[in-house]
């Protein structure tokens, strides 16, 4: 059981140019979530996903796209870089109890970008 | 609207000594509290939450917090500090919806 895993660990991207982040998750969570870490400012909700086929826009989702195609699966798009987009970011799922969410969220590693 | 507000972005304590690190809160609605812990180049691992029941939460590696509703705090503690509680701390809120507010951080040194 793996729990959460994210790749890339860390990337290099010029200004302008598109990446992929993966987000996979084993346990069969419904809920995904990808936020961004910057100094001072906490976690920042980017985008998130209630269940398989479905992605809700966060409180910073200029400038990224998502897609969960499959359920243990979250994808995070960037078109097209901008340095302000260099930051870390992480993948965090809950699951849920019968229809009851609960409350933990699990997070991956990360994924440090940095965007020149 | 809901928020956290951790006080102090950095804390510095020796080695043995107590650990205080503070989270107030703003929740129209009664509040699940959470503490996080991020270790460097890591991701973020429960250390404890509140969700009902007794206010004093007791979570791994000896750190308990306690949720006062008066003073709208859930402020984090461990008696004695150790060199691998050195990290960054996260004080997060949820009110049974889909979305956790989580503070600015705390990053805990601990001397020797």
């Known amino acids: 059981n793996a729990g959460v895993t994210q790749t890339p660990k860390f990337r290099v991207l010029k200004t302008g140019q598109s990446m992929t982040l993966l987000c996979a998750q084993d346990?069969?969570?419904?809920?995904m979530y990808w936020y961004r870490q910057d100094p001072g400012m906490g976690l920042r909700l980017i985008h998130y996903?209630?269940?398989?086929?479905?992605?809700a826009k966060g409180e910073v989702p200029d400038g990224y796209n998502v897609s969960r195609l499959k359920k243990q699966n979250f994808l995070l798009g960037l078109e097209s870089a901008a340095p302000s987009q260099t930051s870390v970011y992480f993948c965090?799922?809950?699951?849920?109890?019968?229809?009851?969410?609960?409350?933990?969220?699990?997070f991956g590693p990360g994924t440090r970008l940095l965007v020149l | 609207a809901q928020s956290v507000t951790q006080l102090g972005s950095h804390v510095s304590v020796s080695e043995g000594a107590l650990v205080l690190l503070r989270c107030n809160y703003s929740?129209?609605?009664?509040?699940?509290l959470f503490w996080y812990v991020q270790y460097p180049n890591q991701g973020l691992q429960l250390l404890l939450k509140?969700?009902?029941?007794?206010?004093l939460v007791k979570g791994i590696n000896g750190f308990e917090a306690e949720f006062k509703k008066s003073e709208t705090s859930f402020h984090l503690t461990k008696p004695s500090a150790h060199m691998s509680d050195a990290a960054e701390y996260f004080c997060?809120?949820?009110?049974?919806?889909?979305?956790?507010?989580f503070g600015a951080g705390t990053r805990l040194f601990v001397k020797a």
């Open positions: 965090a799922s809950r699951w849920t109890s019968g229809r009851i969410l609960q409350e933990t969220q699990y």
């Open positions: 346990m069969n969570h419904e809920y």
């Open positions: 996903s209630v269940g398989e086929g479905t992605t």
């Open positions: 929740s129209s609605v009664p509040p699940y």
């Open positions: 509140y969700t009902t029941g007794a206010t």
């Open positions: 997060a809120l949820n009110t049974g919806g889909f979305k956790t507010i």
